[in-house]
């Protein structure tokens, strides 16, 4: 059962244009939702998070925007640079068997193309 | 944030064997984790290690296999034990920051592992 989904495993956009990148979830349970980039070789970098009872949490070129009702959050990144070519992993946080955990989706490859 | 770093960063190791990953953090800090990675995959958790007492480990995982340490708040070790070839993976140490306004889960640089 796949709680968190990125159905895209890819997305190529132009540098300086905007890149959204999506996540889908099921658990309505999820109490904080957080976007990680990992380059290759490298561990998970932290980029933001957004509490379940807030709509958008902006941070520099980065912007959450979730929507609780469609159970979909998106992360948007403006102007795209060519540093932020990366796969993104969206991650939900929940009370799960007594601890708090984080689910993770499969990842979106992001590539920025000059 | 958090800075984390593991050792070692890579190994390449014979089936059977045993690998100990270290993972030191540069502040005190409550939860901490140990994820994998498998190739092509995203991350699963395998166990919260605790300060003090037994880790928790999650479904499909057992202490056997995955022994962990957490000697203070600090450090940790995952253990990966009598080694296959399924075990090449990505193993990567995790702790957590909560406060009341957000909530932020740091990563190190993980454990690159192939098993021959």
């Known amino acids: 059962d796949q709680q968190v989904k990125q159905n895209s495993p890819s997305l190529s956009v132009q540098e300086g244009r905007i890149s959204i990148l999506n996540c889908d979830y099921t658990?309505?349970?999820?109490?904080?939702f957080l976007w990680y980039k990992k380059y290759p070789a490298e561990g998970p970098t932290f980029l933001i998070s957004?509490?379940?009872?807030?709509d958008k949490n902006e941070d520099g070129r980065f912007t959450v925007f979730l929507n609780k009702s469609a159970k979909h959050l998106s992360l948007h990144i403006v102007p795209s640079q060519p540093g932020d070519s990366a796969v993104y992993f969206c991650?939900?946080?929940?009370?799960?068997?007594?601890?708090?955990?984080?689910?993770f989706g499969q990842g979106t490859r992001l590539t920025i193309n000059p | 944030s958090a800075v984390i770093s593991q050792k070692p960063s890579r190994d390449i190791c014979q089936r059977g064997t045993s690998l100990t990953i270290q993972c030191q953090v540069d502040s005190q800090v409550t939860m901490m984790f140990w994820y994998r990675q498998q190739p092509g995959q995203s991350l699963t958790l395998i166990a919260t290690a605790n300060q003090g007492s037994e880790a928790t480990y999650e479904s499909g995982f057992v202490i056997d296999k995955f022994p962990i340490s957490r000697p203070n708040l600090t450090f940790s070790t995952l253990t990966v034990s009598n080694m296959s070839p399924e075990d090449s993976s990505i193993y990567l140490c995790?702790?957590?920051?909560?406060?009341?306004?957000?909530?932020?889960?740091?990563f190190g640089p993980g454990t690159r592992l192939t098993v021959t």
């Open positions: 957004i509490s379940s009872i807030k």
């Open positions: 995790s702790v957590r920051r909560t406060s009341g306004k957000s909530y932020e889960q740091y």
């Open positions: 991650a939900a946080s929940a009370l799960i068997q007594g601890a708090q955990k984080l689910v």
């Open positions: 658990n309505s349970m999820f109490d904080y």
